[in-house]
């Protein structure tokens, strides 16, 4: 009994070890792709706070659950989903989830709403409401580069990770539960395109 309770216990921890591995993976090529993706905004000479709004919309795979809002919630997607119908939901031909619809309907919203305090009505995650782990992007225009840097810390939320890691510990916002400090994984991605602004802004 003590030595299977010992093995199981070893087994979870490895399990949880590579949940954890595979899901920062994951959140580095999203931080990699928002900055390609930022980019392209920056250098078609959108402003900074429209490329701020391109990284978060681009990060959505690492923002964590959905904030609950007008048209949704996560407790209703997850309530409403049996696990397996909630996979086969995810990797469809046709996504047809709730959140994938509310996504769809609300990003262009989100991107062309004109006050910043409106944004959270549109779109909000875990993830976007503590500044530990709210992903940021900053475009800088030198001669005729343009430079976007995106930095994210992603919170390692698996059991035990704070008695593995504990070098950047911040808050995370969890859904039902108080805010927990975890330690975060730090990733940065930048990237440079040439500033092709004055291709599509016309001068008065």
């Given at each position: 009994?003590?030595?299977?309770?010992l093995?199981?216990?070893?087994?979870?921890?490895?399990?949880?070890?590579?949940?954890?591995?595979?899901?920062?993976?994951?959140?580095?090529?999203?931080?990699?792709?928002?900055?390609?993706?930022?980019?392209?905004?920056?250098?078609?000479?959108?402003?900074?706070e429209?490329v701020?709004?391109?990284?978060?919309?681009?990060?959505?795979?690492?923002?964590?659950?959905?904030?609950?809002n007008?048209?949704?919630?996560?407790?209703?997607?997850?309530?409403?989903?049996?696990?397996?119908?909630?996979?086969?939901?995810?990797?469809a031909?046709?996504?047809?989830?709730?959140?994938?619809?509310?996504?769809?309907?609300?990003?262009?919203y989100?991107l062309?709403v004109?006050?910043?305090?409106?944004?959270?009505?549109?779109?909000?995650?875990?993830?976007?409401?503590?500044?530990?782990?709210?992903?940021?992007?900053?475009?800088?225009?030198?001669?005729?580069?343009?430079?976007?840097?995106?930095?994210?810390?992603?919170?390692?939320?698996?059991?035990?990770?704070?008695?593995?890691?504990?070098?950047?510990?911040g808050t995370?916002?969890?859904?039902?539960?108080?805010?927990?400090?975890?330690?975060?994984?730090?990733?940065?991605?930048?990237?440079s395109?040439?500033?092709?602004?004055?291709?599509?802004?016309?001068?008065?």
């Open positions: 009994m003590v030595e299977s309770c093995v199981i216990a070893m087994l979870c921890i490895i399990l949880f070890g590579i949940l954890q591995v595979s899901y920062l993976v994951m959140a580095r090529d999203v931080v990699s792709f928002a900055a390609f993706a930022s980019a392209r905004a920056a250098t078609v000479g959108m402003r900074e429209f701020g709004r391109v990284a978060r919309v681009t990060s959505i795979p690492a923002a964590g659950p959905m904030v609950n007008t048209f949704v919630t996560h407790a209703n997607i997850s309530r409403n989903s049996k696990p397996g119908n909630a996979w086969d939901a995810a990797v031909a046709s996504p047809s989830s709730d959140q994938y619809w509310v996504e769809k309907y609300n990003i262009p989100y062309g004109r006050q910043e305090d409106e944004l959270s009505y549109w779109l909000n995650y875990y993830n976007w409401l503590s500044l530990d782990t709210l992903i940021t992007a900053a475009a800088d225009r030198a001669t005729d580069l343009v430079y976007v840097n995106v930095e994210q810390d992603v919170p390692l939320a698996f059991p035990f990770a704070s008695g593995f890691y504990r070098a950047n510990m995370m916002r969890r859904p039902g539960a108080p805010n927990a400090e975890v330690p975060r994984a730090h990733f940065q991605a930048g990237l395109f040439e500033d092709h602004s004055a291709l599509y802004l016309t001068q008065p």
